[in-house]
């Protein structure tokens, strides 16, 4: 019976192992060439606050977090 308990554990402690190993492989090898990194930050040209470009608003070559912004630096 303490065997057998004993196994059991070790198999399911390999199995929690191996799923461990499989995710943190699976989460990290394609982070480095993929979206992440591919974001650009860019601040604000009313108040300096840093976003990323694709939610930034695009005017004349310049980015706004805010379209109010945007309209205060245009006027
Ligand atoms: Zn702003």
Redesign the pocket.
């Known amino acids: 019976m303490g065997y057998l308990l004993r196994l059991v554990i070790l198999l399911i402690l390999g199995w929690l192992a191996y799923r461990l190993v499989r995710r943190l492989v699976a989460d990290e090898s394609p982070r480095p060439s993929g979206k992440q990194a591919r974001i650009e930050i860019v601040p ?6 840093h ?1 990323p470009r694709e939610e930034a608003l695009m005017h004349n070559g310049k980015a ?3 379209a ?3 309209e205060e630096d245009t006027k």
């Open positions: 604000c040209a009313k108040c300096g606050v976003i706004y977090c805010s109010a912004h945007m």
